[in-house]
């Protein structure tokens, strides 16, 4: 599996969970890495005041640990952004692995 590849899953996946959390699809598997990193934290900053509970349902959707939630809560939105796209990039390798 390419790196490619693992960056288009990985980024179709944030964008289910997403969606299934009560949030628009917003990342563009057309963009750089650094392009969705920036744009997934702005996306935290901006609904950090409004949409904490659904902030909070997305990050347990992906298996974030409690933890790890409480970044948005130290309003470390970097450090989180990274912790999900690791997270998540992990089930995607997982999950070819194993089919």
Do not use: C, W
């Not at 959390?21 to 934290?41: C, M, R, V, W």
């Not at 089930?91 to 194993?98: G, I, L, P, S, W």
């Amino acid at each position: 599996m390419g790196d490619k590849l693992i960056l288009k899953q990985t980024i179709d996946q944030i964008n289910k969970d997403l969606i299934l959390s009560g949030f628009e699809p917003i990342l563009d598997t057309q963009k750089s890495l650094s392009h969705n990193i920036a744009y997934l934290q702005d996306f935290f900053q901006i609904n950090y005041g409004g949409n904490l509970m659904k902030l909070k349902s997305f990050l347990y959707r992906i298996d974030l640990a409690e933890s790890f939630a409480n970044e948005l809560v130290n309003n470390d939105f970097e450090k989180l952004v990274y912790l999900v796209f690791n997270r998540v990039k992990k089930k995607v390798v997982f999950r070819a692995k194993n089919s």
